[in-house]
């Protein structure tokens, strides 16, 4: 059983009622946009979570990305950045662990953090190969699928698959001369694979079995962007849209077995770039629900980068993205701190709220209401209750203090909305 074939019998399950809820929405719209394959709700029937649901017509969703390095393993550390994640909105996290132990990060994760998990099974499959003094070119197919095979036992909610790097595809990669290669580490892995075994992605040869696996469990596939353009010189360039193409087939065969299914998509996309991409993805891959990391429209801004993504993120939803993935100030840089991880959260909200207004959303312009009411009432509480982050504003607030409530310490006494309040 898997949410989308559920639907299509027309039977209602709990998911989608809470789905429904949480938009505010009549269960029936989800019911269809399942059916379709527009809509995805991440749950592996092995795990008790909250529920989101993923695509066309709903708000637009933030994940975070947690995890170990192979330098730096700090399981506490991790399981509380994942629920700061939590606590700031996020409504998905994913593990993208490769430390030693990082089959203890993801069982900790699982069990310690109430929203959809997400994890790339290659890294595991990686990090088992390496253990054995074997080079990733040496990865054997079938540790691939057992890896897959025992997260989704474990309750792992979606998995990033880079199902569309294929044989083909590898040598274009190479005529390309791309600045940045290749920048995904699970599409790095799979690449280079092909090519110093002069054999077929296995994800992609064995496809129809990876199928079988997310359908008993009900793993929604993410197919992954493993040739995503890793600076501005790289957008839209060939082997980005080829593997687009791959992946838009892969959509539609994961549908007709009623298997969820999701698209990553880039990158690294000038502004002007941003709204193509999007209409092109939902054009190619049948209008599954599209996760885009950032985009990020500039790459000169290391140390703020979940400021470019924001900004990257807010056109994107705008037009189509349905997922947006955090980018904290340590992208590029180090592992991110709890105070990265709220940053990213708290910029990667802002952009979604953004894009989920100008879509004329109901929930969100719902919430720009209620607080532009609390600000001509001058109810401080409320505008904090309302705001994505509740404590920065009130320190503001009570940075200067002031006796009368009805002003701020900027404009005082000349406060505009104050002086003409009754008047207009």
């Known amino acids: 059983m898997t949410q989308m074939s559920e639907a299509l019998k027309g039977n209602v399950t709990p998911e989608m009622e809470l789905v429904a809820k949480y938009e505010g929405v009549n269960v029936n719209k989800i019911i269809r946009g399942l059916s379709k394959g527009t809509i995805v709700i991440p749950k592996n029937i092995n795990r008790k979570t909250k529920v989101y649901g993923i695509g066309e017509g709903l708000t637009t969703k933030v994940n975070a990305n947690i995890g170990s390095s192979s330098k730096i393993e700090d399981l506490d550390l991790e399981v509380k950045k994942a629920k700061l994640a939590v606590e700031y909105g996020a409504n998905a996290v994913m593990d993208l662990s490769t430390g030693p132990e990082l089959n203890k990060f993801r069982k900790a994760i699982l069990k310690e953090v109430d929203v959809p998990i997400g994890t790339v099974p290659i890294y595991e499959a990686g990090v088992q190969t390496l253990n054995a003094n074997k080079e990733i070119i040496d990865m054997d197919e079938d540790l691939i699928f057992k890896v897959i095979e025992s997260q989704a036992k474990e309750g792992v909610d979606f998995m990033t698959l880079h199902c569309g790097i294929t044989k083909e595809l590898v040598p274009k990669i190479q005529k390309q001369n791309r600045k940045m290669g290749i920048v995904s580490r699970g599409g790095t892995f799979l690449a280079s694979w092909i090519l110093h075994n002069d054999s077929e992605n296995p994800l992609y040869e064995n496809y129809d079995y990876l199928l079988e696996i997310a359908k008993e469990y009900d793993i929604t596939l993410s197919l992954g962007d493993g040739l995503r353009p890793g600076c501005l010189l790289d957008a839209s360039d060939i082997p980005q849209i080829q593997e687009l193409v791959n992946l838009g087939g892969l959509v539609k065969r994961a549908q007709q077995e009623k298997v969820q299914v999701m698209v990553e998509g880039p990158g690294h996309i000038p502004l002007n770039q941003i709204k193509a991409n999007m209409e092109l993805q939902k054009s190619l891959c049948h209008n599954a629900p599209f996760y885009v990391l950032g985009p990020i429209p500039t790459d000169i801004a290391p140390g703020y980068d979940h400021i470019t993504a924001a900004i990257g993120g807010a056109i994107a939803a705008s037009n189509g993205a349905d997922f947006l993935c955090y980018v904290t100030p340590a992208e590029h840089l180090s592992l991110p701190s709890l105070e990265d991880v709220k940053e ?81």
């Open 344 to 424: 990213g959260v708290i910029g990667t909200k802002i952009a979604a709220e953004a894009a989920d207004v100008s879509l004329g959303l109901e929930k969100a312009w719902k919430k720009e209401n209620d607080m532009a009411e609390a600000r001509r009432n001058f109810d401080w509480d409320k505008q904090f209750e309302i705001a994505i982050d509740s404590s920065k504003p009130r320190v503001y607030k009570n940075k200067c203090k002031i006796d009368d409530d009805e002003m701020c310490a900027m404009c005082g006494e000349y406060c505009a909305v104050k002086i003409a309040k009754d008047d207009f």
